[in-house]
């Protein structure tokens, strides 16, 4: 993933490796623990595999819902 340099996060926020990939690190007392999401195993990896629709949640916070 070469473009993570290009991300522009807000002050005290960045992404850094772990085991499961990337983190979305930052002060623990104002952002509370790491942020990380898996696309690409339980049920995002169905959809990923087998699609699910312009109606799935998924589909809509993307902006893909149904014009």
Do not use: N, T
């Given at each position: 993933m070469t473009d993570v340099?290009?991300?522009?996060?807000?002050?005290?926020?960045?992404l850094v490796p772990s085991d499961e990939g990337l983190a979305l690190v930052g002060d623990e007392k104002r952002y509370g623990n790491p942020l990380s999401v898996d696309f690409v195993s339980g049920k995002a990896?169905?959809?990923?595999?087998?699609g699910g629709?312009?109606?799935?949640?998924?589909?809509?916070?993307?902006?893909?819902?149904?014009a």
């Open positions: 340099e290009k991300v522009v996060l807000p002050d005290g926020l960045r990896a169905h959809r990923r595999r087998f629709g312009r109606g799935q949640l998924i589909a809509k916070a993307c902006g893909l819902a149904r």
